[in-house]
């Protein structure tokens, strides 16, 4: 089965920058969403950021001028490109994938904000 697989996370400053990369572990096809969810410790898990296959993008406040998501949708790979970063902005990383056959969840990254 096709998983989805994250890189790219790691532990930055606050101001610093991340680049967040996910991509399929083999084909697949029908992928028509991608986006990026993070979850905080003792938080709910929460949308980040989301593409669709056309470009169409929509951002959490929170993230709004400071992340910028964008696909490769010729390899069905999603990228988060994070800058200036926050501590609030730590906790663990998930890209989503939605298909016409259903949704594909990545394992996750940590991503760590601290001095």
């Known amino acids: 089965q096709v998983q989805f697989v994250e890189s790219g996370g790691g532990l930055v400053q606050p101001g610093g920058s991340l680049r967040l990369s996910c991509a399929p572990s083999g084909s697949i096809f029908g992928i028509y969403a991608m986006g990026w969810y993070r979850q905080a410790p003792g938080k709910a898990r929460e949308l980040v950021a989301r593409i669709a296959s056309g470009g169409s993008t929509n951002y959490a406040d929170s993230v709004k001028g400071r992340f910028t998501i964008s696909r490769d949708n010729a390899k069905n790979t999603v990228y988060l490109q994070m800058n200036s970063l926050k501590p609030e902005d730590t906790a663990v990383y998930y890209c989503?994938?939605?298909?016409?056959?259903?949704?594909?969840w990545g394992q996750g990254t940590q991503v760590t904000v601290s001095s």
């Open positions: 989503r994938a939605e298909s016409l056959m259903g949704q594909y």
